[in-house]
């Protein structure tokens, strides 16, 4: 750790503060919209520890000095626990709607899937950041997608069609960032649409497959697999310009939407909100994401940008998914939306990657560029 990090142990929470107000702010309108006015059940207390335990992590992470991350041992290690942790779930995991997702604990769960994307981004940082005057040499590309596919097989056996979808999109976009050479981007499509055919005719459930026919055509099935999408967009529309008032959603509360506190809460959110507050929202994320940006461009070393890029797209990736799910833009899969979304795993991790970006942005602030180079190559 540099003298500057000891001697301001607080400069990398006090100056990356708008990230922790901006992820605050969204969480608690996830608190708000999971809230019904009429006293019935609700997880929005559970979700209050949650974001409490987040916001601790996140302190933690950004005070420390995470640059022990970029180390090549901690991200072999880190990854083989991601990759142990979700072979032993598929004999020991908790079944929730038909997916062994979950580790059950009883007075939590974990979902190892949320671990295994934060490993995934530190090991591809990694990967393209060592190599990044290299991608003409297809080979690296064929490298990463192998430690990818490794962690996506995983948990497409689940089966996670949605967690599995965000961890392609996480890969991808950041073979994107590396300098892919626009042969080998065709290449990847390509293969990307064999690899689609094949998970059509071999990968997905019956259920699965049943689920994209309906997004074609909705109105097929309405009562049946197309209730969850037509209840979603029946919601967001309910609420017209200005919702009908926190807590007041109906079609949420009166539990016509399912799942209204975490697969559907933008939904549930939009009810409530109506446009202006959809409008708003997306303000929220976009002013996130811009700071993560910027953050990335500033960046000492490689790892640290291309990292804090990869928590970006894993961040663009789930509010893109689960929105385009809720207006019927997308097949219904089951994605979460960052820090408004009910659950423990995914609050801890997403606070847990603000505050390792914190303090990477920090200790890189804190010496020059050519030292943190050489340390980062040490």
């Known amino acids: 750790m540099t003298e ?109 899937a949320d671990f295994a994307k934060l490993v995934l981004i530190a090991l591809l940082a990694k990967y393209f950041s060592r190599r990044h005057m290299e991608m003409g040499n297809f080979m690296h590309i064929i490298v990463s997608g192998a430690y990818a596919s490794a962690i996506i097989l995983l948990v497409l056996v689940q089966p996670d069609l949605g967690t599995a979808v965000i961890l392609m999109t996480v890969w991808f976009g950041m073979i994107l960032v590396s300098s892919i050479p626009l042969r080998h981007l065709l290449a990847v499509c390509m293969a990307g649409l064999v690899l689609a055919a094949g998970l059509w005719f071999f990968g997905l459930k019956e259920h699965q497959r049943q689920r994209i026919m309906t997004f074609i055509n909705p109105a097929a099935d309405i009562t049946g697999t197309g209730y969850n999408a037509y209840q979603a967009t029946v919601a967001s529309g309910s609420g017209q310009i200005w919702g009908k008032g926190i807590g007041y959603g109906t079609q949420s509360k009166l539990r016509f939407l399912p799942e209204y506190q975490t697969d559907f809460i933008f939904a549930a959110f939009a009810e409530e909100w109506g446009f202006a507050g959809v409008v708003l929202l997306l303000l929220l994320y976009g002013f996130l994401l811009f700071q993560m940006l910027s953050i990335a461009r500033r960046s000492a070393t490689n790892f640290d940008a291309l990292f804090t890029i990869g928590v970006l797209i894993l961040f663009l990736a789930h509010i893109g998914f689960h929105a385009g799910i809720n207006l019927g833009l997308l097949p219904v899969t089951g994605t979460t939306i960052p820090f408004m979304s009910s659950g423990g795993s995914h609050v801890v991790l997403e606070f847990g990657a603000l505050g390792i970006i914190a303090s990477l942005a920090q200790q890189g602030r804190s010496v020059p560029r050519e030292r943190a180079m050489q340390e980062y190559e040490g």
């Open 4 to 112: 500057y990090a000891r001697t301001n142990p607080f400069r990398a929470l006090l100056s990356s503060w708008p990230l922790l107000a901006t992820a605050v702010t969204l969480s608690l309108l996830g608190v708000l919209t999971m809230s019904p006015f009429d006293g019935s059940a609700s997880l929005a207390p559970r979700q209050l520890i949650w974001l409490g335990v987040g916001i601790v992590v996140y302190a933690v992470c950004s005070v420390m000095d995470m640059r022990f991350i970029r180390r090549p041992q901690v991200i072999i290690s880190g990854y083989i626990l991601a990759v142990a942790l979700l072979a032993v779930l598929l004999v020991l995991g908790h079944t929730i709607m038909g997916a062994k997702s979950w580790f059950d604990f009883g007075i939590f769960a974990f979902q190892p």
